[in-house]
Nanobody
Framework: QVQLVESGGGLVQAGGSLRLSCAAS????????MGWFRQAPGKEREFVAA????????NYADAVKGRFTISRDNAKNTLYLQMNSLKPEDTAVYYC????????????????WGQGTQVTVSS
């Protein structure tokens, strides 16, 4: 079992920055691929970014490339999402997730989820 707790959300103006954190506990954090997803009101949950446990492969959604950076500190069992140049369309609840798959390609392959943290970007 892996427990995930997100933090760092809040209200920010367009163009601003936020850093989300996801603290993991339970089984070995470094053995899991870790990802960020988000869900805006009335929309389906969508992929934001992921970092695989095997090697240093990182994936980003096109909508956040060049603005968001995912990183992980295995010593601290923590996953981060640095979000810069935020836009109103980034407003959503952001979720941290963990997958035991080597290269998870969809949200269905993530077994563990946090409770989410709200990010609101005002125009």
């Amino acid at each position: 079992q892996v427990q995930l707790v997100e933090s760092g959300g809040g209200l920010v103006q367009a163009g601003g920055s936020l850093r989300l954190s996801c603290a993991a506990s339970g089984r070995t954090f470094s053995s899991y691929a870790m990802g960020w997803f988000r869900q805006a009101p009335g929309k389906e949950r969508e992929f934001v970014a992921a970092r695989m446990w095997f090697g240093s492969r990182i994936n980003y959604a096109d909508a956040v490339k060049g603005r968001f950076t995912i990183s992980r500190d295995n010593a601290k069992n923590t996953l981060y999402l640095q979000m810069n140049s935020l836009k109103p369309e980034d407003t959503a609840v952001y979720y941290c997730a963990a997958s035991s798959a080597r290269f998870p390609s969809s949200s269905h392959e993530y077994e563990y989820w946090g409770q989410g943290t709200q990010v609101t970007v005002s125009s």
